[in-house]
C-alpha cells in the first residue's frame, strides 16, 4: 500500500531537518499579531522567494500559496484549530474549537497540506479549556489516520494571566517535559514546542516526544538573540524551528531566512548565521 504519510513527512521535512514560517497569527484576533500581515499576498510572495521548507497558514489564506505554478515552492503546514489564551485580557470563557467539527482535515486534502497543526493548551486554572483541546486532537488523530495526513500537535504551558498583557509562556522544563509526553501519547507525529528556559534542559523534550521536535519562536526579539537561542535548541536535538514575528515583523524576511536554513540545514554557528544574514 501507498504510504502517504510518509509522502506528507518527506515533503515536510528535509533529510528530517524544517524551517516552519508561521503566518497563521490571524485566527488568534489579536491585532498585535497582525502588524506585517496586512498585505498577505505580499507576505506569501516574499516568503516563497525565501524558500523555507513550510509556511504555516490557515484555510482562507492557503489559496496564496497553494494557487502558485510550478512545484518549487514550500510545504503548507494547515492550522485546524482556533482559541482565545492570546488576548491581553482574560475571558470568562476560555475555548479552542475546531474549524470544521465534522471533517477536520477536508480542508487540509484540498489544500494539498504536508502536515495539519492542532494546538494543546495548558493554562492555569482553565482544565475545561485542556479537555477541549484533548477532545479536538482526539478528533483530528482519526482523521489523519483515515488519509495518511501528518499531525503536529502544539503543546503550549503558559503562566498565570496577572496583568502583564496575556498568557505568557512557561518554560519550566518538567511541565513542557510532561506536556511534550502526553503530546505523543495522544499521537503526534511532529511536535511544535516552547523553549524550556534553560537552553541546556531541551534535550529532555527532545527524548519525551520521540519523534521531530520543531521549536516555537515566540514574540519578536532582537536577531542576534534570535540566532543565539536558535544554535543552542539544535545543539539539543531540536530538528528545527518555527518562527512567525520574528520573520514576517522583519524589514527583509528572506534574509533572516536565509540564515536560518544555514543554521538548520547546514549546521553553521549564530555568528555564521549572522554573517550569512548581513551579506544578504
Given at each position: 500500500m501507498f504510504n502517504t504519510h510518509k509522502v506528507r513527512m518527506n515533503r515536510?521535512?528535509?533529510?528530517?531537518?524544517?524551517?516552519?514560517?508561521?503566518?497563521?497569527?490571524?485566527?488568534?484576533?489579536?491585532?498585535?499579531?497582525?502588524n506585517g500581515l496586512s498585505d498577505m499576498a505580499g507576505v506569501v510572495d516574499q516568503l516563497v522567494a525565501a524558500n523555507p521548507d513550510a509556511i504555516q497558514m490557515n484555510y482562507g489564506q492557503a489559496d496564496l500559496l497553494q494557487n502558485r505554478n510550478g512545484k518549487d515552492k514550500p510545504?503548507?503546514?494547515?492550522?485546524t484549530d482556533m482559541g482565545n489564551p492570546y488576548n491581553p485580557e482574560r475571558h470568562r470563557s476560555m475555548w479552542a474549537v475546531l474549524q470544521n467539527e465534522d471533517?477536520?482535515?477536508?480542508?487540509a486534502l484540498q489544500m494539498d497540506a504536508a502536515c495539519v497543526v492542532v494546538n494543546l493548551f495548558m493554562l492555569p486554572d482553565e482544565p475545561d479549556l485542556f479537555r477541549q483541546c484533548v477532545k479536538n486532537i482526539g478528533k483530528v488523530r482519526n482523521a489523519c489516520d483515515r488519509v495518511?495526513?501528518?499531525?503536529?500537535?502544539?503543546?503550549l504551558v503558559m503562566q498565570p494571566h496577572d496583568g502583564r498583557g496575556g498568557y505568557m509562556v512557561d518554560g519550566d522544563r518538567e511541565k513542557i517535559v510532561t506536556l511534550v509526553r502526553l503530546a505523543r501519547e495522544m499521537g503526534a507525529d511532529i511536535i511544535k514546542a516552547d523553549p524550556t528556559t534553560e537552553a541546556e534542559d531541551f534535550h529532555e523534550v527532545v527524548e519525551a516526544a520521540r519523534c521531530p521536535v520543531l521549536v516555537r519562536g515566540g514574540g519578536k526579539e532582537d536577531l542576534a538573540a534570535v540566532f543565539g537561542k536558535a544554535e543552542q535548541l539544535l545543539k539539543q536535538g531540536a530538528h528545527g524551528m518555527v518562527y512567525g514575528r520574528n520573520i514576517y515583523q522583519h524589514p527583509d524576511p528572506s534574509r533572516v531566512v536565509k540564515a536560518l536554513m544555514a543554521m538548520i540545514h547546514d549546521g553553521v554557528s549564530a555568528d555564521v548565521a549572522m554573517g550569512v544574514y548581513q551579506q544578504g
Open positions: 515536510l521535512l528535509n533529510n528530517g531537518k524544517c524551517l516552519d514560517v508561521a503566518i497563521d497569527h490571524g485566527v488568534c484576533n489579536e491585532p498585535s499579531f497582525l510545504a503548507l503546514v494547515l492550522r471533517d477536520p482535515i477536508n480542508t495518511g495526513m501528518p499531525l503536529m500537535i502544539e503543546p
